[in-house]
């Protein structure tokens, strides 16, 4: 397998979007599904408040019998019986009466109104009344909120604290979602091992198991690593393996475009590559491929590279397989220094970006993993541009928006 | 207990803020450090590249000996050893002759370039080379992103994908980081019943056990969420309980600003109340105290209300016992219709905000969860200000900002 032709990157993103695949369904607890992606219409049980209910502590009463009132001019009520939180009264109150009532607790027939205990004095028997009633104050009315039948939320909604707290209202303790996908990741490299103080002759630590681990990981999918060496049986036998296993498999190492890179040709010889080399700085030997109907994405094995190769092509996949809304946030800031480029490439520059400026992280080579921890965005320079210039205004893409959306 | 006079929002913070705990620390293993912060200093183990090594794979070669070639006018050297990933050659290489290479593997003494595959020909032993290489081409340095020994990074960063990656080429397969707090949740309440289809008399289901969990997870913290009774008894011991069990204690409902409320009375009897009653729109009704030496924060019952309290005082307080990074983004954008708004309280409406306009999303009650699930953010109104008018710029508070923040 040698693919010697780059593919642009609005090319490449087609190649890949055609093969999404979305997750089905599953039933969770409420309480399991914050942030999860809504998968069934919520029609409500409930009209919620489901009864008239108090908004304060105080008096449930007739408004008419506070017109006029005020502290200089008070006015008597008897209390006729009393509500506490989770009680509720089965006597109607009539005029003169008063009933004293528990926030959100049910406000008697006959009452219309509830005033704050803090304009009352109670005696016994006997309520003090300070001030005036509007009907209806401090009064929340059945179904205000939401009424019986009422649809109150659709599907591919993302499920915030206030989304949970809706459902849970509706009558609802557990709530259909989409699945997250499982993705396995294969790191290859036969110099790899384990971080540890010490190496020995050509070994490298294998930091892209943490890596990948963690970018899966922040796309809400669930994440399993393996390691495999850089050997057509074993790497077969791997990803078979991981294939039966996983929704999506991802593997780094490999990928260079030459003869003799496992990973794409083990890709080649079970299924079919569909993508294999791409116009973008850095990330250019990045593969795409599908095996018994599931995709494979074979990212570099250096570091930098495989990071800008997940944020460019699997994190927008894998967001879309669980239908969660994401939206990467392109803003413009203006460049402190030249950023060269080339036409007919795209390149995310690793960059730190304030209110206003964008500056480029210059290092040399896609190793250089130092500059990934300096960065909070990426320049993103299209496939039209020949760069930008000291003080241009370029496209900045904000890792902090990598990340599920909220509209 | 009995607080008539409400404190401004900013000195409500400064009693909360004298107050703050931080958590402790403890290692975890790497896999695990995603999104945590670090606690400790990371010094190297080793430098990176641990060797000059070849950033390409192709040929290892002296530079001079490609000097003037190009396609029209090739040369050819010798290949006398091959390199895989993860093996070395102890061969030293010299003038007129090559060393196949992996990418990655060291590049073996007496070359100082690496010739890409793609400019090359290979028969037997032998190699056709058809271009020039600059010194130091295609080798990266050893110690080029980092040296042996260099500080690399600071306590209180939170780990990215990309600090992992650093972290682990240092040699480090765990890492010292901020303890995240547990925290206990008591909703009170005899009216709240789990959500179900089918509700009695005056249930109301508990839809704050399930709002108050998110929150508390979209924070990083540990969280178990229980229910009691409003009985002064009962709410001792669970209040104890907790005090046992958890570094902070939430509890909702019972903490209206009138006589009777159980929460509030308890935290009284077992500690000290330092705050109760808010100049806040939505959420007055909040309580602060401190029981046996732990925070214990007392919001309203009822969903927005207790929302609000949550984003102002509770979610700063838990991101800063983590040492977390934490900026909530307060924008600018022009006011779709007037927000009144009183003198001398801070108000926090929900609302709807695109890159350039915000419109209040208007509702009766703090009770009205809809409000909620509608609005991307709060309109901040500082307490000097009487409202906002039709057309005017306005503070905005994005809800995607209350989160992780990484500078």
């Not at 049980?45 to 008096?59: E, R, T």
């Not at 039966?244 to 079970?270: F, N």
């Not at 969660?324 to 392109?330: A, D, E, G, K, T």
């Not at 020949?386 to 990598?402: A, H, N, P, T, Y």
């Amino acid at each position: 397998m040698f693919l010697s032709e780059l593919i642009p990157v609005p090319q490449a993103r087609d190649i890949i979007q055609k093969k999404q695949k979305t997750m089905g369904t599953e039933k969770v607890r409420l309480e399991d599904a914050h942030q999860r992606v809504l998968a069934q219409e919520i029609i409500s049980y409930h009209s919620s408040p489901p009864f008239d209910k108090s908004a304060m502590d105080g008096y449930a009463v007739q408004a008419q019998d506070t017109f006029g009132i005020s502290p200089s001019q008070t006015t008597k009520l008897k209390i006729v019986d009393r509500i506490g939180a989770g009680d509720y009264s089965n006597k109607i109150l009539e005029s003169g009466q008063a009933i004293k009532i528990a926030t959100g607790a049910p406000v008697p027939q006959g009452a219309d109104a509830v005033i704050m205990e803090e304009y009352t004095y109670e005696r016994g028997d006997e309520l003090e009344i300070m001030a005036a009633l509007t009907p209806g104050e401090n009064v929340s009315y059945q179904g205000e909120d939401i009424k019986q039948g009422d649809k109150i939320l659709d599907p591919l909604k993302i499920l915030r604290p206030q989304e949970l707290a809706l459902i849970a209202s509706a009558g609802f303790n557990e709530v259909e979602v989409y699945q997250k996908p499982h993705v396995g990741v294969i790191v290859t490299g036969n110099e790899l091992v384990d971080p540890s103080p010490n190496l020995e002759g050509a070994q490298v630590i294998n930091s892209n198991q943490y890596t990948l681990r963690a970018l899966v990981e922040s796309t809400q999918a669930w994440v399993e690593v393996m390691h495999c060496r850089d050997d057509e049986e074993l790497m077969q036998n791997a990803l078979l393996d991981a294939l039966q296993k996983y929704d999506v498999v991802i593997t780094t190492g490999g990928t260079a475009i030459s003869k003799g890179d496992v990973v794409v040709d083990v890709v080649d010889q079970l299924g079919e590559v569909l993508l294999h080399g791409v116009a973008i700085r850095p990330g250019k030997p990045v593969g795409f491929g599908m095996v018994n109907e599931k995709p494979v994405f074979m990212l570099s094995g250096y570091p930098v590279a495989a990071m800008v190769q997940f944020d460019v092509f699997v994190r927008p996949y894998l967001m879309k397989m669980q239908q969660i809304p994401y939206q990467p946030r392109l803003v413009k800031r203006r460049a402190s220094r030249k950023v060269p480029s080339n036409l007919g490439r795209t390149d995310y520059i690793r960059a730190h970006a304030d209110d206003e400026e964008v500056t480029a992280i210059l290092s040399r080579g896609s190793g250089v993993m130092r500059s990934m921890v300096d960065s909070n965005c990426y320049i993103f320079i299209e496939e039209d541009l020949e760069g930008i210039k000291e003080g241009e205004e370029c496209l900045v893409l904000l890792f902090d928006s990598f990340q599920v959306y909220n509209p």
